[in-house]
Nanobody, 122 residues
Framework: QVQLVESGGGLVQAGGSLRLSCAAS??????MGWFRQAPGKERLFVAA????????WYADSLKDRLTISRDIAKNTVYLQMNSLKDEDTAVYYC?????????????????WGQGTQVTVSS
């Protein structure tokens, strides 16, 4: 079992920044990812990171504004989001994978956090 607890969401003005955190506990994971889901929309891939070597992946449309990182000692993954836009408003979910996985596919992840709301106001 893996428990994931997200934090760092909130209300921010357009152009601002937020850093989301996801603290993991339990068994060792192979990778962690962030997804987001806007009301009435499907859950979409945002970013992912390999736990072993720190390799990162990003959604093409978001990569210029995001940085995903991990702190192995704290078992925590972070998502730094800059230059936020209205369309970034969504619930952001942290996910963890055990073993091999497809980084951008939500169904490939084994555990999910409860989500944290990010609201961008213009």
């Amino acid at each position: 079992q893996v428990q994931l607890v997200e934090s760092g969401g909130g209300l921010v003005q357009a152009g601002g920044s937020l850093r989301l955190s996801c603290a993991a506990s339990g068994r060792t994971v192979s990778g962690m990812g962030w997804f987001r889901q806007a009301p009435g929309k499907e859950r979409l891939f945002v970013a992912a990171i390999s736990w072993a070597d720190g390799r990162t992946w990003y959604a093409d449309s978001l990569k210029d504004r995001l940085t995903i990182s991990r702190d192995i000692a704290k078992n925590t993954v972070y998502l730094q989001m800059n230059s936020l836009k209205d369309e970034d408003t969504a619930v952001y979910y942290c996910a963890a994978a055990i073993g091999r996985y497809s980084v951008a596919r939500a169904s490939a992840y084994d555990y999910w956090g409860q989500g944290t709301q990010v609201t961008v106001s213009s």
